[in-house]
């Protein structure tokens, strides 16, 4: 693992380099196949077909009459109508236009007019696993579903946490959405009625990366809480003055970020490890991109006390919704800008340390599946290398060299 601590708001930063993402970023495919992503809402998915696009794959969902969640390609393989627009029959989808029948895995059981069926007629079937009160969905080569490297977002169904979350369609790439979340400066400009605070943008924060992770600490000390968290201090009783503020980033690639966020009051041991006399909660957020400008997100937002309290739930849950609104019309106004121009770039300042290697480990991703993005998985495989270098030992080198040879690999066709 290795550490890249940026200087405090004071200090001279380094000169803005280009981040050339424009062209690799929005004129193709962005993100990797070999990922599990967050298809819906457990609760979405029943006996009835729920039609949604998953990193470009338009799936039909649906349970069978065991309780089992399913995916489905959303495409007749007679005429292509959606599967969607058919009808669910026990297990089976019958399209809305022929009749044709497919089972859960997508296999044609019945063709109208002929007593045999065309042993071809079939569609894809997408591995789904639920978990943290999500259906995830594998949607690269499904002898790789590999059920242990889904993401851990067990906040979300942990009885030792209570809590709610909400779906979001953001009309913008979801890398747009990472960047915003390993980023949390922007709460001092977007969010100054709820959550932000000069204190976010003002403390200096530490960036770590290691083996496919990336953690952005940043710690607030003796500062005035924002209402977002001064109301939750009252709620538990606890004395009103300055506290002690952490958000602890931590992101998977290629699209789930987990924050560990909270306040105590100054003095009462937070940093030293002793959370009992404030609030915590965690910010769960995975982002399932639909097209190069769209995105589903999923949110939600855990709290470790008053787990029975469902108004304490509800109110948290539209407190968060207008959060992200906030973000939102941000976003979209983003991605907009980047459509009208995309000839221009991004640039890096000092506060953009997690977001970027956060995109360095997409690049890694998209590099070993896609030889046209050699290039970008070269260079955030020699930047990684270099950090490594400084600290990390033999280890981190065998794991640089390991994601160069995906990347080669992938280049060569091999």
């Known amino acids: 693992m290795t550490t890249t601590t940026p200087p405090g708001p004071t200090a001279?930063?380094?000169?803005?380099?280009?981040?050339?993402?424009?062209?690799?970023?929005?004129?193709?495919?962005?993100?990797?196949?070999?990922?599990?992503?967050?298809?819906?809402?457990?609760?979405?998915?029943?006996?009835?077909?729920?039609?949604?696009?998953?990193?470009?794959?338009?799936?039909?969902?649906?349970?069978?009459?065991?309780?089992?969640?399913?995916?489905?390609?959303?495409?007749?393989?007679?005429?292509?109508?959606?599967?969607?627009?058919?009808?669910?029959?026990?297990?089976?989808?019958?399209?809305?236009?022929h009749g044709l029948r497919y089972d859960a895995d997508g296999r044609c059981t019945f063709m109208p007019s002929q007593k045999t069926v065309n042993p071809s007629a079939r569609v894809r079937s997408y591995p789904v696993v639920e978990r943290h009160r999500f259906v995830w969905v594998w949607t690269g080569d499904p002898a790789d579903a590999d059920p242990a490297t889904i993401p851990d977002l067990h906040w979300n169904d942990d009885p030792?946490?209570?809590?709610?979350?909400?779906?979001?369609?953001?009309?913008?790439?979801?890398?747009l959405i990472v960047d915003n979340l390993m980023d949390l400066t922007h709460e001092t400009f977007v969010h100054g009625g709820s959550i932000g605070h000069r204190s976010v943008a003002e403390s200096p924060f530490e960036v770590t990366h290691g083996r496919g992770t990336v953690t952005v600490t940043r710690w607030m000390i003796d500062v005035e809480a924002p209402p977002f968290w001064a109301r939750q201090l009252e709620w538990r009783g606890a004395p009103a003055g300055n506290v002690d503020r952490w958000q602890i980033i931590h992101f998977t690639p290629p699209s789930t970020i987990a924050i560990?966020?909270?306040?105590?009051?100054?003095?009462?041991?937070?940093?030293?490890?002793?959370?009992?006399?404030?609030?915590?909660?965690?910010?769960?957020?995975t982002m399932t991109p639909e097209s190069p400008t769209s995105t589903h997100y999923f949110w939600a937002f855990a709290r470790n006390y008053a787990l029975?309290?469902?108004?304490?739930?509800?109110?948290?849950?539209?407190g968060v919704s207008g959060v992200f609104a906030e973000d939102e019309e941000v976003l979209a106004a983003q991605q907009r800008a980047i459509d009208a121009h995309p000839e221009k770039d991004f640039y890096n300042l000092n506060i953009d340390g997690g977001a970027m290697w956060a995109r360095r480990m997409i690049d890694l991703m998209l590099a070993a599946e896609d030889p046209s993005y050699a290039e970008a998985g070269d260079r955030a495989a020699r930047d990684i290398a270099e950090h490594h270098r400084n600290d990390a030992g033999d280890g981190a080198e065998r794991e640089v060299a390991r994601a160069r040879a995906e990347a080669e690999r992938a280049r060569s066709g091999s």
């Open 12 to 97: 001279t930063a380094a000169p803005a380099q280009p981040l050339r993402a424009a062209p690799d970023t929005f004129a193709r495919r962005e993100w990797p196949r070999a990922a599990w992503y967050a298809a819906a809402y457990d609760v979405e998915v029943g006996a009835h077909l729920l039609p949604r696009t998953v990193a470009g794959a338009s799936l039909v969902l649906f349970r069978t009459p065991s309780g089992e969640a399913r995916a489905l390609e959303n495409a007749c393989w007679h005429r292509l109508l959606p599967l969607s627009e058919g009808t669910l029959l026990g297990d089976e989808v019958m399209c809305g236009y």
């Open 260 to 285: 560990d966020v909270g306040v105590a009051p100054t003095g009462t041991g937070a940093p030293e490890g002793d959370r009992s006399a404030g609030v915590n909660g965690f910010v769960l957020n």
């Open 308 to 318: 029975t309290d469902q108004r304490i739930t509800t109110l948290l849950r539209d």
């Open 160 to 175: 030792a946490w209570a809590g709610d979350g909400r779906l979001i369609h953001v009309d913008c790439s979801y890398k």
